[in-house]
Nanobody, 110 residues
């Protein structure tokens, strides 16, 4: 199983980014996938989860701003992030537990 997140960067508050997570391996392992994030000095936390093609969980702090989706034909999961806030600054990881990809840094300036 391999996962690779990309799409992070530096953006001003109120801006948008779209993260991508490409994955490969046994397809049944990818039914339940999620985005997590970890800010400096904080524990890793769940951002959003998608089961098969249905978003099932959003953390309260991203509801209405972030959208999780996937394109099975491209073996890619996405996280569309709008109305970004400085507190969204973190390393974002895609995962199908217990497998984790390398994170991508998102920095939101005020």
């Amino acid at each position: 199983v391999q996962l690779q997140a990309s799409g992070g960067g530096l953006v001003q508050a109120g801006g948008s980014l779209r993260l991508s997570c490409s994955y490969s391996g046994k397809t049944f392992r990818f039914n339940n996938m999620a985005w997590y994030r970890q800010a400096p000095g904080k524990e890793r936390e769940l951002v959003a989860r998608i089961v098969r093609n249905e978003p099932t969980n959003y953390a309260d702090f991203v509801k209405g701003r972030f959208t999780i989706s996937r394109d099975n034909a491209k073996n890619t999961m996405y996280l569309q992030m709008n109305s970004l806030k400085p507190e969204d600054t973190a390393v974002y990881y895609c995962a199908t537990v217990p497998y984790w990809g390398k994170g991508t840094q998102v920095t939101v300036s005020s």
